[in-house]
């Protein structure tokens, strides 16, 4: 398997998820834009992904699967017995989908791009947010009582908020109306599978290139 990836985006929950499962997954790094290119061999990124964003998987068929949320159940669903996804058919599956898609439809792109191209002016910020703070006063609430998402084991969507809520820091958020969500970030983030991850992304971004 190949993860396409951009240090500091999105594709963390992917990267994230394969460390805790343990599995050997070739990293691919990809410089975004409009000229979007991988950077080990060149080739134009539109190729694998028209849409030129990142994450993406190639399986060991040669076949891509795009969209995070769609990766990160295909990866949770190859170990099911690591207990990163509940098992399809039950309600609790169905509350991961919920959460996957808030993450997904009203954290994520809240987030991106309102709050990481300024070209789209202060107002969009401005609602970007508003919109936000109104999704972690929801989370706040969750989190009161439980540890993860979806009560007290660690799971996808755990590796999916994490890194989009995290994103708080880059965009000056101020995470202190939020203490069980800012000592949520703290307790994912002191997970071995997420520590060697942010490891990893750091000396890419450095590299610098
Ligand atoms: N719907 C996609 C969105 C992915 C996405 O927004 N990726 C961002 C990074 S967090 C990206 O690659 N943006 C570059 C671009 O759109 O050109 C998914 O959830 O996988």
Same mark, same amino acid.
């Given at each position: 398997?190949?993860?396409?990836?951009?240090?500091?985006?999105?594709?963390?929950?992917?990267?994230?998820?394969?460390?805790?499962?343990?599995?050997?997954?070739?990293?691919?790094?990809?410089?975004?834009?409009?000229?979007?290119?991988?950077?080990?061999?060149?080739?134009?990124?539109?190729?694998?992904?028209?849409?030129?964003?990142?994450?993406?998987?190639?399986?060991? =068929?040669?076949?891509?699967?795009?969209?995070?949320?769609?990766?990160?159940?295909?990866?949770?669903?190859?170990?099911?017995?690591?207990?990163?996804?509940?098992?399809?058919?039950?309600?609790?599956?169905?509350?991961?989908?919920?959460? #996957?898609?808030?993450?997904?439809?009203?954290?994520?792109?809240?987030?991106?791009?309102?709050?990481?191209?300024?070209?789209?002016?202060?107002?969009?910020?401005?609602?970007?947010?508003? $919109?936000?703070?109104?999704?972690?006063?929801?989370?706040?609430?969750?989190?009161? =009582?439980? =540890?993860? #998402?979806?009560?007290?084991?660690?799971?996808?969507?755990?590796?999916?908020?994490?890194?989009?809520? =995290?994103?708080?820091?880059?965009?000056?958020?101020?995470?202190?109306?939020?203490?069980?969500?800012?000592?949520?970030?703290?307790?994912?983030?002191? $997970?071995?599978?997420?520590?060697?991850?942010? $490891?990893?992304?750091?000396?890419?971004?450095?590299?610098?290139?």
């Amino acid at each position: 398997m190949k993860l396409y990836f951009t240090p500091g985006t999105c594709s963390l929950a992917p990267h994230i998820v394969l460390r805790e499962l343990g599995l050997d997954a070739e990293l691919r790094r990809v410089r975004l834009g409009a000229d979007a290119v991988v950077l080990a061999d060149g080739r134009d990124y539109r190729t694998l992904n028209p849409l030129g964003y990142v994450p993406l998987l190639e399986l060991d =068929d040669g076949s891509l699967l795009s969209e995070g949320v769609a990766i990160l159940l295909y990866l949770a669903d190859l170990v099911p017995q690591a207990g990163l996804a509940p098992p399809a058919g039950t309600r609790e599956r169905v509350e991961l989908h919920r959460w #996957l898609t808030f993450i997904s439809a009203e954290l994520h792109k809240s987030f991106s791009p309102w709050l990481f191209h300024p070209k789209y002016g202060e107002q969009a910020a401005e609602v970007a947010r508003t $919109r936000i703070a109104q999704r972690f006063a929801l989370v706040e609430r969750h989190l009161r =009582d439980r =540890d993860f #998402l979806l009560g007290e084991r660690f799971g996808i969507a755990d590796a999916y908020l994490f890194t989009i809520a =995290d994103w708080a820091r880059a965009t000056r958020i101020s995470l202190e109306p939020y203490p069980h969500l800012a000592a949520y970030l703290e307790r994912v983030r002191g $997970r071995d599978s997420v520590a060697s991850a942010l $490891r990893l992304e750091k000396a890419a971004a450095a590299e610098q290139r």
